[in-house]
């Protein structure tokens, strides 16, 4: 099931998996370009998906009011409240990118990792506790997708 909170934009040219949800006020623009997004991925409320084909992975939340312009971010990432990712950037698998961190356009940020900063730097590598806050964000956000199609959350 996808769900589309009624008050999302949503581009022409974007291709959704299978248990994706995307939240009230969040843009996902196509102008200039596709935008591709992975099974079990959540991207919350004002959220701004743009840029040149932008691909999200599997297992991603991306948090209230990021901002992903025309990157690649892997499967099982966790995007934090305000994070940015911009042009060219590319996120890898099993990454943490905190709350507000900014990564400038090109990076390549290497799997297993933590990112904190503007500009965003490697902190360190995952520890367990890091891989099952990812799980358990994405987790959550599959248990609030509505049962049936047109149905509300209740959670």
Do not use: C
Request: glycine fraction near 10%; charged fraction near 20%; hydrophobic fraction near 40%.
């Amino acid at each position: 099931m996808i769900y589309i909170h009624p008050k999302a934009e949503i581009g022409d040219k974007v291709e959704l998996g299978d248990n994706v949800s995307i939240w009230a006020f969040a843009v996902i623009r196509t102008d200039e370009g596709a935008v591709k997004i992975g099974n079990n991925t959540n991207i919350q409320e004002h959220v701004v998906i743009h840029g040149a084909n932008v691909e999200i992975g599997e297992n991603v939340t991306v948090g209230h009011s990021a901002v992903i312009h025309g990157a690649r971010i892997g499967n099982n990432v966790l995007i934090g409240i305000n994070s940015i990712i911009l042009d060219n950037a590319e996120i890898g698998d099993w990454v943490v990118v905190a709350a507000g961190a900014v990564i400038p356009p090109g990076v390549k940020i290497p799997s297993n990792s933590l990112v904190m900063g503007v500009p965003g730097k490697v902190k360190r590598s995952l520890t367990e506790d890091d891989r099952r806050l990812i799980t358990s964000s994405y987790q959550e956000y599959l248990r609030r997708l509505p049962k049936t199609p047109g149905e509300r959350s209740s959670k």
